[in-house]
Nanobody, 113 residues
Framework: QVQLVESGGGLVQTGGSLRLSCAAS????????MGWFRQAPGKEREFVAV????????QYADSVKGRFTISRDNAKNTVYLQMNSLKPEDTAVYYC??????WGQGTQVTISS
């Protein structure tokens, strides 16, 4: 069992930046592929980014490529999502995911125009 706790969400203006964090419990964090997903009001949850166990592999949704960066610190059991050049369409609840199985509770990101 893995528990994930996201933090770092908030309200920022268009063009601003935020860094989300996801802290994981347990001693097997380095064995998990970690990802970020988001869900906007009235829409389905969608993939944002994923990072491999060692951090050497990353993939992004086309909508965030070049603006978002996923990273991880296995010593701190934490995965990050640095979000730059934010747009109103990035407004959503952002969820952390471990191994496509475990989910956090989500953190709200709101971008004002």
């Amino acid at each position: 069992q893995v528990q994930l706790v996201e933090s770092g969400g908030g309200l920022v203006q268009t063009g601003g930046s935020l860094r989300l964090s996801c802290a994981a419990s347990g001693r097997t964090f380095s064995s998990y592929t970690m990802g970020w997903f988001r869900q906007a009001p009235g829409k389905e949850r969608e993939f944002v980014a994923v990072i491999g166990r060692s951090g050497g592999m990353t993939q992004y949704a086309d909508s965030v490529k070049g603006r978002f960066t996923i990273s991880r610190d296995n010593a701190k059991n934490t995965v990050y999502l640095q979000m730059n050049s934010l747009k109103p369409e990035d407004t959503a609840v952002y969820y952390c995911n471990a191994n496509h199985v475990y989910w956090g509770q989500g953190t709200q990101v709101t971008i004002s125009s």
